[in-house]
Structures are given as C-alpha cells and as structure tokens.
C-alpha cells in the first residue's frame, strides 16, 4: 500500500528551537511538496521539488524555513528559530509531473502536527 | 478576493441525504478540477479529478464542472455517517501550482 510517510506525527516545542520535519514520498513520484494548514489560511503551498530540485519556495518565510530534498526518498521541512505563529499542520504530498506540469493528483501524508509555546 | 471561493459550512445531514458542495473559480486557465475529502487529523486525499468541463461519476459521487460559469459542484447519493468529513476543492491550471478552496465541514447524522 503505497503511502506519503510523515514524521514526527506531533510536535511540541518552545520558541526559538530548531524544528525539522521528514517526508518519505511514494515510490516513483517525481513531485514533492510541502503544504501548511491553517484553520484561517487553509492549504498554503510552501514549496515544491522536481526530481530533488527545488522550483519554487515562495511560499516560505526565508530567514527562517528551508526545505531540502538529500535524495529521491527524503524531503525535509526546517524551521529554525521556530516562532508560535508556526504552530500548524504540515503536509507534505508527492504525485508524478511533466516537464512544467502537474495535473494536481496528489498523494498527501498524514501531516505533522506542530505546537510552538 | 480568493482564486477559489467555498462556503466553509459547516453543513449537516440527516442519513440518506443528498449532500451538494460547491466552489467557485476566477481564474479562467483553470482547466484541471479536483476534490479531495479530509477527515479529522489526517491528510487530504484525492477524491474526484476532472479535466475541463462535463460530468463525472463514481458509485455515490458526482463532480460536474461549468467552465463557462466558473463554478464547480460535488454531489454525494445515499450519505452515510462515514462521508463526514471536510471537502476541499481544488484545481490547476496544469502548472505545478494547486488553489484550494477553504473546504466544506460536512456531518452526516445518523
């Protein structure tokens, strides 16, 4: 049963430390992104790999998030220096893409859960 | 003004109902029109995908899409208790880019 893996499932931590989230994507998926969940923004794409290589992170707060692809079976998601308006769900969901192309079929894991006191 | 519009709900049912969710759009390259059904604490997951207009139908689910009124529609037959979930609209203009709508809180009462 091929499945997006998310860990930690849950997080809690104090301001100022360094959060780092992992996502394993299904085997053969090419795509890779990062989502945040809010009750009042919904969905926000935070970035978006192709074939390991970074394409977009607009949807970052630079000075603080990165995201990182060190092979076809890890995607990592870091917050360092967290903040409490961090506190969200984190999802991280991988499909199969063209060249520039994505027909939005998307496989989500089942998020991680972070709590910044 | 949002890409994606979706009433959040939430909205309840009696057993049996026919449940109608619907978003609407503004972007008119939006060609690829998908819902995904998330239940409390977990991940989305695609329910219905669509490519451009017209209908479609899956056992109990029913997605019909009018480009020309930007407007798209998921119906569900027969609810059952196990349909309570949050719907989440969303489409693609066949870049990587996804616009969700907010999702629609949906409680089928038993």
């Known amino acids: 049963d091929a499945r997006v893996t998310q860990t930690p499932r849950h997080k809690v931590t104090e301001m100022g430390q360094e959060v780092t989230m992992r996502c394993q994507p299904i085997?053969?998926?090419?795509?890779v992104f990062w989502y945040r969940q809010t009750m009042m923004q919904g969905l926000e794409l935070l970035a978006y790999?192709?074939?390991?290589?970074?394409?977009?992170d607009s949807g970052m707060p630079k000075d603080r998030f990165s995201a990182e692809m060190p092979d076809a079976t890890l995607a990592t998601l870091k917050i360092q220096p967290s903040e409490p308006r961090d506190s969200a769900v984190y999802f991280c969901?991988?499909?199969?893409?063209?060249?520039?192309?994505?027909?939005?079929?998307?496989?989500f894991g089942e998020g991680s859960r972070l709590t910044v006191l | 003004q949002k890409e994606v519009e979706q009433d959040p709900g939430p909205l309840s049912v009696p057993e049996g109902a026919i449940v109608s969710l619907n978003c609407t759009y503004s972007?008119?390259?939006?060609?690829?029109f998908m819902w995904y059904r998330q239940y409390s604490r977990k991940g989305p997951e695609l329910l219905m995908y669509?490519?451009?207009?017209g209908n479609k139908e899956d056992g109990r689910f029913t997605a019909q899409v009018d480009k020309s009124s930007k407007y798209i529609s998921l119906f569900i037959r027969d609810s059952q208790p196990s349909d309570s979930a949050t719907y989440l609209c969303?489409?693609?203009?066949?870049?990587?880019?996804?616009?969700f709508g907010a999702g629609t809180t949906v409680t089928v009462r038993a």
């Open positions: 969901a991988s499909g199969l893409g063209g060249m520039d192309s994505n027909t939005g079929e998307l496989f």
């Open positions: 085997l053969g998926h090419n795509t």
């Open positions: 790999f192709r074939n390991r290589a970074p394409l977009d």
């Open positions: 972007n008119s390259a939006f060609q690829y």
């Open positions: 669509t490519y451009s207009s």
């Open positions: 969303a489409m693609s203009a066949g870049d990587y880019k996804l616009s």
